[in-house]
């Protein structure tokens, strides 16, 4: 492979996963999930007390993610319910307020 400016290289990605929905955009426990995997990874080899003990690591942080994500996302609705509301659109507020 070559570059526009002249370089080259190449290099190897590893597995791509995708990840969809229909019609919804990923819940915070999807996406929990999907960040999980990137931080956890057990190994296949390890003795049972060992992966037994990651897999419930794996699951708290997961856990704690999700939560946050949920803050997070119940804390951007009330900032644009505010920016709604001071700017007079408060219909459009309304509905923020519901979700």
């Given at each position: 492979m070559t570059f526009?400016?002249?370089s080259s290289g190449a290099g190897e990605i590893?597995?791509?996963k995708v990840f969809t929905s229909n019609n919804r955009g990923?819940?915070?426990e999807e996406i929990?999930?999907?960040c999980v995997n990137?931080?956890?990874s057990i190994s296949t080899?390890?003795?049972p007390h060992v992966r037994e003990q990651a897999l419930a690591f794996r699951e708290k942080v997961k856990a704690v993610i999700a939560e946050y994500?949920?803050?997070a996302i119940e804390s951007d609705r009330t900032t644009l319910w505010?920016?709604?509301k001071k700017e007079g659109f408060h219909e459009e507020a309304e509905i923020i307020r519901r979700l």
């Open positions: 526009e400016n002249g590893g597995p791509v990923h819940s915070p929990a999930e999907m990137k931080i956890c080899d390890a003795p994500m949920l803050r505010n920016i709604l």
